[in-house]
């Protein structure tokens, strides 16, 4: 079935001619996947460079693991936009969510045929190929927690894990300590940190969605992370597990260990 045909059913006034397309891909600095998960989405979106959408309805979809893979985010009604200067020119769009459509959003996944980079087309240039793939039984939200070995989460989400108290994370952490990993997207450089509390690592990530900077001065001086923005490159990940009875001298040479193997105090962001 194609896209079109499923949301006319929901949304009779929406045509392919009064309507564009946003395929929304990894800019350099956000994942588009993730900015929806993390409930930013709608904001992010309205921050246009150009007037990109000169139509009445905006579809929105972000990019799903390939390059012909699509999850739908979302019906917009443009109701207005407005030039902005600072901090550079750019156009504040007011866009409206069908809510008629809803249902569908962050469950629907479509493919499309169209590889290309641009990502504003307009609705006719894409509605013959843009076919409904399937449609998940609940909306994407984040996943109970992988195992540890699969542990790499962005800072937006480690905010919701934590704010929410997602059982299966809070678990799975609360019973270990161990090593972890900050990796920074924009300068590709590493810090490697212990929890050795009696918390365990959920203890010590904790902190850090907190304030972002975990308390360590040198990540704060390092990155500025009191930016909510900065702290956006964050991804955090597992090095390695202990028991929850380890002494802090075992965790301490545990994390030297990582430091000395990943070279974070030369390459990186430990100072120590």
């Known amino acids: ?103 569908f959003v962050g469950r629907l996944y479509a493919t499309s045929p169209y590889t290309q980079r641009n990502s504003y087309l307009l609705g006719e240039t894409l509605a013959p190929g843009l076919v409904v793939s399937h449609i998940l039984p609940r909306r994407l939200s984040i996943a109970d927690f992988p195992g540890y070995k699969l542990v790499d989460v962005p800072k937006g989400q480690l905010d919701i894990i934590v704010r929410d108290s997602i059982p299966t994370w809070r678990t799975a952490l609360s019973n270990v300590k161990g090593i972890y990993l900050i990796s920074d997207r924009k300068t590709h450089k590493l810090y490697v940190g212990k929890a050795d509390g009696v918390e365990g690592i959920w203890g010590r990530w904790c902190v850090y969605a907190k304030n972002g900077h975990g308390g360590n001065v040198a990540l704060r001086e390092e990155l500025g992370i009191d930016s909510l923005k900065r702290q956006a490159d964050l991804r955090f990940s597992l090095l390695e597990i202990a028991d929850i009875h380890s002494t802090k001298e075992e965790i301490l040479a545990r994390e030297e260990h990582w430091k000395t193997v990943l070279m974070t105090r030369n390459n990186g962001y430990n100072r120590n």
């Open 1 to 103: 079935m194609k896209v079109f045909d499923l949301l006319q059913l929901q949304e009779p006034s929406l045509k392919p001619q009064n309507c564009k397309i946003h395929f929304a891909r990894y800019n350099q600095h956000e994942h588009p996947l993730d900015v929806f998960i993390e409930g930013q989405f709608d904001g992010w979106q309205s921050w246009q460079g150009s007037r990109n959408f000169k139509r009445e309805f905006v579809m929105s979809f972000v990019q799903a693991g390939t390059t012909t893979s699509w999850l739908f985010v979302g019906l917009f009604r443009v109701k207005g936009c407005v030039l902005k200067k600072e901090p550079e020119q750019h156009f504040m769009y007011d866009l409206e969510r069908v809510q008629s459509c809803e249902e």
